[in-house]
C-alpha cells in the first residue's frame, strides 16, 4: 500500500504542480475552455492545482508514516471516486468527451480501483 500511496501522491502533486504554475496549457488549452479572468484562473489554480496538491501530499505522509496510512488512503480513494463519478455522469448528459479527458479518466479509474484493492487488502 505505501509504494500505491507513494506513488499516486506524487503524481497528483505533478499534475497539481502543473496546473497550479501553468493553468492556461494544463487545463485551458487541452480542454478547449477559455480562462481570461483573474477569478477564471483563481478557480483552475486552486480547484485543479491547490486540490491536487493538497491530496497528493496527504497521500505521501500516509505512505511515509504508517499512522497516517488509512487516511491517506482514503483521501485518494474520495477524490478519484469523485472524478470518476463526475466523468460517468458527464458522460451521461453532456456526451463522449475527447480523446485528453478520455485518457485522464481511464487513469483516474485505474487509480480507484486500484485504491480499492488496497483498502480491502488484509493487513499485512
Known sequence: ????????????ILIGLRALIGPIGAVVRP??????T??????IRSGSGGVAI????????GG????YALAGLVVGIAVLGGLVVGRLFSLIVD????????ISGGF???GLISGLYWLAAPAA
Open 1 to 12: 500500500m505505501e509504494g500505491y500511496l507513494l506513488v499516486t501522491g506524487a503524481l497528483f
Open 31 to 36: 480542454f478547449g475552455l477559455e480562462a481570461d
Open 38 to 43: 483573474p477569478d477564471a484562473l483563481h478557480y
Open 54 to 61: 493538497g491530496c497528493g501530499i496527504a497521500m505521501i505522509v
Open 64 to 67: 511515509v508514516l504508517p499512522a
Open 95 to 102: 456526451g463522449r468527451p475527447g480523446r485528453i479527458a478520455l
Open 108 to 110: 483516474e479509474a485505474f
